[in-house]
Structure formats: C-alpha cells, structure tokens
C-alpha cells in the first residue's frame, strides 16, 4: 500500500483528540492540505483557524499550551519552521512547552508548487532549536506511531510530514521504539545507508542490488548516537540519504557523531546539495536532484 | 479602592525599579516606570492573583509582552509578596530574575517574553483555554506602543476578534517612546484606537498614571461581551525620576550613582 504521511496524521489526530480532551489543534488556513480537517470534524470546537498567520498560530500555541493544554499546531514546513521560526523557538521552546508543530509538504516532493514551497532546510533548523525534538517519519504507520509518540512526551516536538503518496515500509503489528535508529535491512558490512522520510524506501530498492544495509533514522533528535556509532564502526562506507539539505540535516547529524570519535568510516550525502528546488511531477523533480534509488546506486557505485 | 494605598505601593515599585537597574547597571528603567502605576492597579485591584494561587494556572493570568520591562513585573510580584528571589539578582548569573523574564523560574511570570509582540499571541491562547474549560478568569496583556509596529500584534487582534475574546483585556502601553526615538518619527504606529477598533475591539482610552481612570477602564472592560478591550494607557516614560521622564535615552540605560541619587530623592515619597 502507499499513503502520504499527511493522512496519516490527519487520522491519528481525529483519533486521538476524541480520546483526549486536553488536545487542541491549530492550523493557519490550510486545514484541508495538512488534514488536521479530519480532527475538526469530529471534534469542531478544539480546532481553530489561524487564518493566514502562521506566526500567530504558534503564539496561540504557546498560550494554549501554558494553560495546560496539549496543542498540535499546523501548516506547511517552509511556513511553520521559517515564517514562525522565532516564535517557535521563544515561545514555544524557550519555555518549554507542549506544542506539537506538524508540518506538512516538506521536501521537493511537494513538486509542481516550486521552490518558495519545498523546505529544504527545515529540519536543521528545528534541530538548532534547544528543547526540541524533531522526527522524520517515513510511511503511514511511523506516522502515525510518531504522532501518538509526541501527544505522550512533554514539550516540543517538530513532526516533519510529506505531501505524496510513499510505499508502506512498516506495517500494523510494527512496534515503534523512537529511542533508536531501526535497521531495516542487514547488508554484507560493507555499506550502511541511513536515510529519513521518503529516501528510507529508496535506500531499501538501492539496497538489494548494493547488500546493504538500510538504516531508517526517524528521530533526528534525540539521536541514538550509540547505534548510529555501533554501525559506522561495522560498515565500510556509509550514506546518508535524506530529502532535505546536505547542511544541517540527516549527514550533518550522522557526521556530527562521527566527528566525536576515532571512527574514519567515510560518510557520503545524498541530498540536496545546498539549492532551491523548482516546479515539476513530484517523481521528475525527485529524479532531477537525485533523490531516487538510482541516484543512491551511482554515487555507491562510483 | 485606597488610592493613597496604592500610591504607596506603585512608589515602592519604583524605587525598587531604580535599585534593580542601578545594582545591576543594566535593564529597562524608562517603560518600567512608565508602567508601574499599571501593573500595580493589576495585581492589587483587578486580577484574583494571591499567594496560595500564585503557582496555579487556575487564576487571571498576566502576559508582559513588553517583556524588557521586567523590572517592573518583578518589583510589582515583591511587592504583593508573591516573589522569592532577592531582586538584588536581578540580570546577574544563576538568577530567577532574568533580564527578559522566564515563565519556568518564577511562578508568577505568567510566560517567557523578549521577543517583542509575542506575547498578544501567547494571551490569545489562554483566553481561549479558559473558554474552552469555561473558567471566568481573565487575561491581561501589556504591550508597548512601539511594539505595536511588530505585525504579529495585529494578527493576534484580529483573532482575540475573531474568536470574541471577551475574557482578554490588552493595554497599549502608549508613551510616545520607543528605542531610537518618538514612535512617530520613526515609523508611525499611531493613532491605536482607530486601528484597534477597526479589528472590532472594543476601545478605552485613560491615563495610565492615574488610578481612578485606570479603574474606570478596567470596570468599563469587565462589561465588554464578545470582544476584547484594548485599553489604551498614555503614560509618562521613566515616570516618577524627573530627569528620566519623556526622555528616550532612559529606555534602556541604567543610572550613575549621581542619577540614582537623583531618582531616589524624586522618589522618597508620594506626591
């Protein structure tokens, strides 16, 4: 099956505001694109529109949250981690509050919308960010199992959500543990891929042809930098595979952990190599700036 | 009401304002004066904010948004005995008391402010979780004049609008004043009753030096159904120190022992 993660948040969230009533969710006019449309329709008076200001959407969070209540607030990546950046960061995270920033159609693959639409930089801003936590989510299921995750865990989180369907990887009966990295696939030792979001399904094609192993790293932080570093000590080469800058995102996470250990494992970006995207088919503009199981084969192969 | 009783609170607030700023020689003396009648009306007349309650969000809550002016808030808290730190800390290392205050160090910081404008925001949302748990408590958000160029202001007025926030009260703070100058030579933010009023808030208009208008805005608020007040107080910029007084480079520099001097003598007792 293929379901874009933002469904899946779109259901979870209907779920879950019915079972907790200290929920409430905020969105800044794009209910029906980041589905928190669903939460408002089985539970119309704990949702509130913004309208088209993102900024004081995250400063009502923060107030909502401060009287104790737990609040998912919502909109694209590019708005919610650039236009409100800093009242996320003073409002929401300088005090540490409970509001759960899920945005939607992050990456290139919101396609035909163009550059000014793709964040490709969100996440090494959230991860900046003290307090927060950020998780990358890569199918239905992991969507679904982070949201019920940070609706549990007290104060920030930063959900990064795709607007494109992506193939299932997990399943119903998958049991979720966000405290370490998932190895999907066990290769012959000599390449690891770790990848986030939608580029995990594109490791796992690249993977059979390579034997390799496939990591999926869907809390950016909290890191498991202990398994991160166990795999780098028993792999060759190593890959980091994310839809989303080179700078400050999944490489710059694992290369980071790297960095604070006598490991001379060489770790590789397949990213987006610090440029805007552009307008296309989500698939057309995927393949154009690499992010696809063949481009993951290429640059492995040599 | 005591009037006399509340001038001597709001001297004891100013003095300590002076002594805060002058300890740490640094701060925001100008607009912390220039509120200090406000915040007192506030804590000792208008919100149910007490000793027992004070930890507890289950009361009428105060948002500074114009959060440099924590020398006032934290004087104001002193004075009404809802504040532990010595305020001799005051912007000094380890301290509660931080140069913008932090909701997760004193219980009576209602939230984290700094940051200009935010805190319209942050009211908004409380006012509306006291909707939704259908509480009476209030919420009172002091902004500045100047803050108001900060467009994130007007977004949250248009949803206190919008959301018929009838439990919200936000005070312009509106000396003339801002960092670089008279606010309208350097932008222009005014006039604010016809801009607050055109979102569809309901407009007051007083002295914020004067605790019988102060009151009458404050009761004349109570009686607004669904829509916020905006309360719209003219104060006097470094109220109280006459050197000080509607003079902009007393926004945020802090006195020389000649000054201090000065300020405490204009401030020795209640006029």
Request: hydrophobic residues 40%; proline residues 2%; negative net charge.
């Amino acid at each position: 099956m293929a379901q874009e993660t933002r469904n899946a948040y779109g259901e979870k969230l209907a779920e879950l505001i019915q079972k907790d009533k200290n929920i409430v969710v905020l969105d800044a006019d794009l209910t029906k694109s980041t589905k928190t449309i669903e939460a408002k329709k089985v539970c119309p008076e704990r949702h509130f529109n913004a309208g088209i200001a993102e900024c004081n959407m995250m400063g009502m969070a923060a107030g909502l949250a401060a009287s104790g209540k737990t609040v998912f607030a919502s909109s694209f990546a590019i708005f919610a981690s650039g236009r409100a950046f800093e009242i996320i960061r003073n409002s929401i995270c300088y005090p540490h509050l409970n509001v759960k920033v899920c945005a939607t159609h992050a990456g290139l693959s919101v396609g035909e919308d163009g550059a000014s639409h793709q964040s490709v930089e969100d996440v090494a801003i959230m991860r900046a960010v003290p307090n927060m936590q950020v998780y990358v989510p890569c199918d239905q299921y992991e969507a679904k199992a982070v949201i019920e995750h940070v609706a549990k865990v007290e104060g920030p989180c930063y959900v990064r959500l795709g607007r494109g369907k992506v193939e299932d990887v997990y399943n119903e009966e998958t049991k979720f543990d966000f405290s370490k990295v998932d190895v999907l696939r066990k290769g012959n030792g000599d390449v690891v891929l770790f990848a986030m979001g939608l580029m995990v399904q594109e490791a796992l094609k690249a993977a059979e042809e390579l034997d390799a192993t496939v990591v999926n790293v869907s809390s950016l932080k909290p890191l498991d930098e202990k398994g991160i570093e166990e795999l780098l000590r028993t792999h060759k080469r190593a890959y980091a595979c994310e839809e989303h800058s080179v700078i400050g995102g999944l490489f710059s996470a694992i290369a980071d952990v790297k960095a604070k250990t006598d490991i001379t494992t060489r770790i590789t970006p397949i990213g987006i190599n610090d440029t805007f995207g552009e307008s296309g088919k989500s698939k057309d503009v995927l393949q154009k700036y690499g992010l696809t199981a063949e481009h993951i084969l290429e640059v492995v192969n040599g | 009401m005591d009037i006399n009783e509340l001038k001597s609170h709001a001297l004891n607030i100013r003095r300590n304002i002076v002594q805060m700023v002058y300890d740490a020689q640094s701060g925001h003396p100008g607009g912390s004066l220039g509120a200090a009648d406000i915040l007192t009306y506030l804590y000792f007349e208008e919100m149910n904010v007490n000793r027992d309650n004070v930890a507890s969000t289950n009361r009428d809550r105060f948002v500074l948004s114009k959060g440099h002016c924590s020398p006032a808030l934290y004087a104001v808290l002193h004075e009404a005995g809802l504040l532990d730190e010595d305020l001799k800390t005051f912007r000094q290392i380890n301290s509660k008391l931080q140069g913008h205050p932090n909701m997760n160090y004193v219980d009576g910081v209602d939230m984290s402010t700094g940051s200009l404008g935010q805190g319209i925001s942050c009211g908004v949302g409380m006012a509306i979780a006291n909707k939704l748990d259908n509480s009476d408590n209030r919420v009172y958000v002091l902004c500045g004049d100047g803050e108001s160029e900060e467009g994130i202001v007007w977004e949250a007025l248009m949803a206190a609008c919008h959301y018929k926030l009838d439990n919200m009260c936000i005070i312009f703070d509106q000396n003339g004043l801002q960092i670089d100058g008279d606010v309208q030579e350097v932008i222009g933010p005014l006039p604010l009753k016809e801009k607050a009023a055109a979102f569809g808030a309901a407009v007051v208009e007083c002295n914020g030096n004067d605790f019988e208008e102060l009151d009458k805005a404050f009761k004349a608020a109570r009686e607004n159904k669904g829509v916020p007040t905006v309360i719209i107080a003219h104060t006097v910029k470094g109220k109280g120190v006459s050197y000080m007084e509607n003079n902009y480079a007393w926004h945020g520099a802090a006195p020389k022992e000649e000054d201090y001097k000065i300020a405490m003598e204009d401030l020795k007792e209640v006029r």
